[in-house]
């Protein structure tokens, strides 16, 4: 296995509420999993941690167009579920060759994210 491609991003979280307060549930499910609406509206903060599954969408894609894949990801078919440590876990549902590794993090007003696209 080798890194193919990497890619970070970072995200203001008040972007983020302005576009869930202009679109609402179209913007939720253009560009989040339920599981993942799910894990954040389960959260104290959820604007927080869509802002970081957001940069971290942002990413993946980065990382996979660096690594030489023409495809465009629709961000819905990218889900960041967290496991049983609350370790980010990412799914891809278009079919990209490799895996890849995510790692986020968020203060109240900004979420930032670096992904690693490795096969
Ligand atoms: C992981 C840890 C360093 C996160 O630090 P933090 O400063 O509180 O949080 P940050 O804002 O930097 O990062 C939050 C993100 O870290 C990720 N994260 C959470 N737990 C993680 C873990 N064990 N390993 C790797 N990443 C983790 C998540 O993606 C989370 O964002 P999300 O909930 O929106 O998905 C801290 O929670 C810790 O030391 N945990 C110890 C392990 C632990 O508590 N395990 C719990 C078992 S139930």
Redesign the pocket.
């Known amino acids: 296995m080798a890194i193919r491609g990497i890619g970070s991003d970072i995200v203001e979280v008040s972007r983020i509420n302005r576009l869930r307060e202009s679109y609402g549930e179209r913007f939720l499910k253009r560009v989040f999993t339920r599981g993942e609406t799910a ?2 509206e389960s ?1 104290e903060h959820p604007e ?2 869509f802002a ?2 957001f940069a971290a969408k942002e990413a993946i894609a980065k990382a996979v167009y660096q690594s030489g894949h023409n495809t465009i990801i629709p961000f819905s078919d990218i889900e ?1 579920l ?1 496991d ?5 876990q990412v799914s891809l549902l278009t079919q990209i060759q490799g895996k890849c590794l995510v ?5 109240h007003s900004m979420a930032i994210a670096f992904a690693v696209l490795e096969y």
Do not use: M, W
């Not at 049983?84 to 980010?88: H, I, S």
């Open positions: 894990y954040c959260k927080i941690h970081g599954r960041i967290n049983a440590e609350g370790r980010p790692t986020i993090s968020h203060e």
